[in-house]
């Protein structure tokens, strides 16, 4: 027992087991420190082969290949049986990366259909979301793809565990790594320049900032409104929704048309500029920003449904003044983005300042212009 106890404090302090014993006297101190952070999931262990396939995951694996979530070159992420490609209407933004996302459900296990929140989940199933970059190499001047990381959250009889995983330089594989890391990154920017910037990789103890309702890790992303949208499975154009429905694999919804739909945040044709203003800061704020989330003491509210506005920050003053708010007095001023600390906030890169504070160094300048114009069209009630 002692001696798995000291392997699990060794993650925290990158020390080789070999030299265990020369840090007992050190590590005893920092032991409790270590191992009481539930949130740090036991040592992984090494596979050589794929375990999936109708099977549940008992403990953390080191690769990503090892879980057999694709088949073939495992850069390309063609899923294997029971891992299920998804998307949604309006994504969190994260440094401009692209997102392909997926689900997997072990035989005959089912997602539940909720109005509100996040689809509830069976033991076994686990949400994967792979974070990747399109840019131009300055060498060959040829299109390049390349993977960052992989993150996964592990539904555990009920308890989510969530685990990131760093891909290699060859695109072979991804690592487990619960410490975090900095990856520099060139990409061709929608200006169509080419920039460079650290993409940062959050350590174990950030998802939690995030994917947290009441307290517990969970999904945030997985809704009915974010996946009612059309994807296309097998070359076919069909709602999501309905196709998990047909594969038997969602339960509890009646009739697609009496479910809400997510307005994607940059397709006019998708809502009216407050509706998409609106489904961009549920996506992007309202993880922290809800009565459940992380950020419930701060008052300011805002998914989707919420109807205060004042709970959206209309005329809403800060919690706590300062460097964040920028001496401003208002979240939003009706009328006027300028004076308004959202736009202030969104518009940093500096940690103290920006908003979100975790998954983003570069600003959102298509986002930002949103928000901006959204405050812009309000009325002023003053």
Not at 139 to 160: C, H, P, V
Request: hydrophobic share 35%; proline share 4%.
């Amino acid at each position: 027992m002692i001696l798995k106890d000291l392997q699990r404090m060794l993650i925290c302090l990158n020390v080789k087991a070999s030299k265990a014993y020369l840090f007992i006297g050190l590590t005893s101190l920092l032991f409790v420190a270590c191992v009481e952070d539930k949130n740090i999931p036991p040592k992984a262990r090494k596979v050589s082969s794929t375990i999936l396939q109708n099977q549940t995951v008992s403990q953390e694996l080191e690769q990503l290949s090892a879980y057999g979530f694709f088949k073939g070159k495992l850069s390309k992420l063609e899923p294997e049986t029971n891992v299920y490609p998804y998307d949604i209407n309006t994504p969190l933004f994260s440094n401009y990366a692209l997102k392909e996302r997926f689900v997997y459900l072990p035989h005959a296990t089912k997602m539940s259909f909720e109005e509100n929140g996040p689809m509830r989940f069976e033991h076994g199933s686990i949400l994967i979301k792979n974070f990747r970059y399109e840019h131009l190499e300055e060498d060959n001047q040829t299109n390049a793809s390349k993977l960052i990381e992989t993150r996964l959250l592990i539904n555990r009889e009920g308890k989510w565990i969530p685990l990131n995983y760093i891909w290699n330089e060859e695109q072979t594989d991804a690592y487990l790594n619960y410490t975090g890391s900095a990856v520099p990154i060139k990409y061709r920017h929608t200006d169509g320049k080419l920039k460079t910037f650290e993409y940062v990789v959050p350590n174990n103890n950030q998802c939690k900032n995030c994917h947290s309702i009441d307290n517990e890790i969970s999904p945030v992303g997985m809704t009915a409104a974010q996946l009612n949208k059309e994807y296309s499975f097998m070359s076919a154009q069909i709602n999501q929704l309905n196709y998990f429905k047909t594969e038997e694999r969602l339960i509890g919804m009646n009739n697609l048309d009496e479910v809400a739909a997510m307005p994607v945040w940059n397709d006019v044709s998708s809502g009216n500029i407050e509706n998409r203003a609106h489904a961009y800061l549920d996506a992007n704020c309202a993880h922290c920003h809800s009565k459940r989330g992380s950020a419930k003491n701060s008052g300011l509210y805002l998914e989707y449904q919420q109807a205060d506005q004042r709970a959206r920050g209309v005329y809403k003053p800060p919690v706590a003044a300062g460097k964040g708010s920028g001496d401003f007095q208002y979240g939003i001023v009706p009328g006027k983005a300028e004076e308004s600390i959202f736009t202030y906030r969104m518009a940093s890169v500096d940690p103290a300042i920006r908003m979100p504070e975790l998954g983003r160094s570069v600003v959102h300048q298509e986002g930002l212009e949103l928000i901006k114009a959204y405050i812009n069209q309000m009325q002023s009630s003053n």
